[in-house]
């Protein structure tokens, strides 16, 4: 069984396009994650949601958007997307926030052209 | 302002041999720290959390020590295979405690 799942796995797109990445843990976990790798293999977190709840917003675009229908879903919408944007998108979750290990679903990759 | 380095460089061992990496912190005072491994095109896989009253944590061939003194975290893997070759990355909590903060990661390969 899948941890963490994320959807699509590879995702090839234009500029200015919209486009959506979904994430779903089967693990229970109430905190879930979205990190953000870049070329430089750099991984930075982007958001973080306990129980539904937006809990860390970092310094990023209000172009992307997450979404978290419940504790088991946290999907990434991106807006007007941008060559900047192409990079690795990880999705994480762990039982509660704070000490608890993260597990980390296989990634996303975005290639914007 | 925060920052975790890890050897920059690719870290090639001989296998059996012991790796020792490194990841030093500045501006940090975490609570835990913990140690991922990620293969490439995967996401990265939990290995060892070690609390900031934790002098050392093994997991079998895995051993972890943290010295909050030094701001200093050495990650041992003995007897090395070539399966452990691998990219690992070093993560502290944030102040906030709701995610972490990763370092770079140090590229290990180990040759037969």
């Known amino acids: 069984d899948t941890a963490v799942s994320q959807t699509p796995k590879y995702l090839v797109t234009q500029m200015g396009n919209d486009k959506s990445i979904k994430c779903e843990q089967n693990l229970g976990h109430d905190t879930m994650y979205w990190y953000k790798q870049d070329s430089k293999k750099f991984l930075k977190i982007m958001f973080s949601?306990?129980?539904?709840?937006?809990?860390i917003n970092e310094t990023v675009p209000n172009r992307f958007s997450p979404k978290s229908p419940d504790k088991a879903h946290l999907n990434l919408h991106i807006n007007s997307l941008e060559l900047g944007d192409s990079a690795v998108y990880f999705c994480?979750?762990?039982?509660?926030?704070?000490?608890?290990?993260?597990?980390f679903g296989p990634g996303t990759r975005l290639t914007v052209t | 302002s925060q920052k975790i380095e890890q050897n920059s460089e690719a870290l090639n061992i001989q296998e059996g041999k012991t790796a020792t990496l490194t990841c030093n912190y500045t501006n940090y005072s975490p609570a835990y720290l913990q140690w991922y491994r990620q293969d490439p095109g995967r996401g990265p896989v939990f290995l060892l959390l070690?609390?900031?009253?934790?002098k050392e944590k093994r997991k079998e061939r895995l051993k972890v020590t943290f010295d909050t003194t030094l701001k200093q975290s050495l990650f041992h893997i003995t007897a090395s295979q070539p399966a452990d070759s691998a990219t690992y990355l070093c993560?502290?909590?944030?102040?906030?405690?709701?995610?972490?903060?990763f370092g770079k990661g140090t590229s290990l390969l180990v040759t037969p």
């Open positions: 993560a502290l909590d944030r102040n906030s405690g709701y995610a972490l903060n």
């Open positions: 070690i609390r900031e009253n934790e």
């Open positions: 994480a979750s762990s039982q509660d926030y704070g000490s608890d290990e993260q597990y």
């Open positions: 949601y306990n129980n539904k709840e937006l809990i």
